[in-house]
């Protein structure tokens, strides 16, 4: 019966001596790898499980031994493995030890979790384009009136510190309403698109360029150049 359950559940255990050659695999292994415990037997899991680029070297896993300090089997471990064909899956991994006759035994539990870590990473992303859309414009990916005031208050705060200054640029869109009833919105959010991406090419990268109305563009510069380096960026913009 024993036996049935360990063949059966979904996690891959792997039994181990303490330089991690293994001894045995339940088919839960094979399953989430595609080795077979014939394949696996006297190998150690860095050899075939470790993508390549994370894999020590062969001298490095020759030497390799447990320490064997109770606390070091206490926590989990999530890291990423390789199937045999290639395809990649996070694994949550769990260790124990017995000491049987034949000697010291590290018993390794593999519980697959790659559909939690996607669901984590869409999670993330979706949160981060929650706060981008949040905080920029959504024709030109500029910066909205809302993030403007965020980091513009940090950059007095800063100057204010030091005794520094900061610039601003407010940059209104000659004839653009006549743009609009001419040619129509297309060809206005094609100008405001350029406008945006020229006036982006012109700054510093500390600087924020943020669209704050219809064809009204103000541009935040932290730590305010020379007034010379000023007039130059002026000159590009225009």
């Known amino acids: 019966l024993l036996k049935l359950l360990v063949d059966h559940i979904n996690d891959g255990i792997i039994v181990m001596d303490r330089g991690a050659r293994i001894l045995w695999t339940n088919a839960g292994f094979s399953r989430q790898t595609g080795w077979s415990a014939e394949e696996a037997r ?4 860095q050899e075939f499980l470790m993508p390549q680029e994370v894999r020590p070297s062969q001298a490095e896993i020759d030497q390799f031994d447990f320490d064997m300090v109770p606390e070091d089997f206490e926590d989990f471990q999530i890291v990423q493995n390789m199937r045999k064909d290639g395809g ?3 694994v ?8 049987l006759q034949e000697g010291v035994r590290v018993i390794c539990a593999a519980r697959d979790i790659s559909g939690q ?20 414009d959504v024709l030109t990916g500029l910066a909205n009136r809302r993030r403007l005031g ?3 208050a940090e950059a007095l705060e800063g100057a204010a510190a030091r005794d520094g200054q900061v610039a601003l640029f407010h940059v209104d869109l000659d004839k653009f309403k006549e ?4 040619y129509g919105h297309a060809a206005g959010d094609a100008i405001l698109v350029h406008a945006a991406e020229a006036m982006t090419r012109s700054t510093r990268e500390q600087d924020l360029v943020a669209r704050v109305g219809g064809d009204e563009i103000v541009i935040d510069m932290p730590k305010a150049p020379t007034p010379q380096a000023l007039a130059e960026i002026a000159r590009r913009i225009i």
């Open 179 to 182: 743009v609009n009833d001419t």
């Open 88 to 90: 990649r899956y996070w």
């Open 117 to 136: 870590v996607a669901a984590q990473d869409a999670l993330a992303a979706a949160k981060a384009e929650l706060e981008h859309s949040g905080n920029s």
């Open 42 to 45: 006297g190998r150690r899991p």
């Open 92 to 99: 949550q991994l769990a260790f124990s030890q017995a000491d």
């Open 150 to 152: 965020e980091v513009l």
